[in-house]
Nanobody, 117 residues
Framework: QVRLEESGGGLVQAGESLRLSCTVSGRTVNRYSMAWVRQAPGKDREFVATIGWSAGSDYYADSVKGRFSTSRDDTRNTAYLQMNNLKPEDTAVYYC??????????WGQGTQVTVSA
């Protein structure tokens, strides 16, 4: 059974940082394409970043470029989203996503990030 579990969300002030974690069971993170996606209240889900296979191979939404970065820890089978200089517009539920090679995807339950002005 494949399971993704996000953690690390919380309430912070603008300008502060958070690191989200996505721990995966049932799949090995370094063998699959993964991404972070967020959903703000009343809005559709929005792509945030891919988790690249190697340094420099990740992609970011323009809204987070230069502030967010992704990484993997293969020993912990965990992916991360480091979020710096957070803004109120970053407030959302953040999800990690793992893509199956044959199509389809697995999602975590999400973690809430709230940024106050």
């Amino acid at each position: 059974q494949v399971r993704l579990e996000e953690s690390g969300g919380g309430l912070v002030q603008a300008g502060e940082s958070l690191r989200l974690s996505c721990t995966v069971s049932g799949r090995t993170v370094n063998r699959y394409s993964m991404a972070w996606v967020r959903q703000a209240p009343g809005k559709d889900r929005e792509f945030v970043a891919t988790i690249g296979w190697s340094a420099g191979s990740d992609y970011y939404a323009d809204s987070v470029k230069g502030r967010f970065s992704t990484s993997r820890d293969d020993t912990r089978n965990t992916a991360y989203l480091q979020m710096n200089n957070l803004k109120p517009e970053d407030t959302a539920v953040y999800y990690c996503k793992l893509d199956e090679a044959q199509g389809g995807a697995y999602w975590g339950q999400g973690t809430q990030v709230t940024v106050s002005a």
